[in-house]
């Protein structure tokens, strides 16, 4: 299984930005992905980008102002968020997966520990 590091979350105003990495160790997986967990509420898609081909996939709440990319040479992908809104606030994990479905989070086989992000309003 791959190794996932989160960074970047963070305390931020609505309105505002923040950017997210995942560093992964090993190249097994096809897709890597973003979710969201908020309190009492279950494990949401957020973003996902194939790796080789770089196609991205969105959730609807957040097109327009996220976007997931990669670097392939330091095996990392980023979310970029902007336009943040209190109900972003959430934990957000980076997934690995080693197929080609990227919506459901039992499509991914590896998980990072999370980062926080919470948007004040």
């Known amino acids: 299984q791959e190794l996932l590091v989160e960074s970047g979350g963070g305390l931020v105003q609505a309105g505002g930005s923040l950017r997210l990495s995942c560093a992964a160790s090993g190249r097994t997986f096809s897709l890597l992905g973003w979710f969201r967990q908020a309190p009492g509420k279950e494990r949401e898609f957020v973003a996902a980008i194939q790796w080789s081909g770089g196609n991205t996939y969105y959730a609807d709440s957040v097109k327009g102002r996220f976007t997931i990319s990669r670097e392939s040479a330091k095996n990392r992908v980023y979310l970029q968020m902007t336009s943040l809104k209190p109900e972003d606030t959430a934990v957000y994990y980076c997934?690995?997966?080693?197929?080609?479905?990227?919506?459901?989070?039992?499509?991914?086989?590896?998980w990072g520990q999370g980062t926080q992000v919470t948007v004040s309003s």
């Open positions: 997934a690995a997966s080693r197929s080609w479905r990227w919506a459901l989070p039992t499509d991914y086989t590896s």
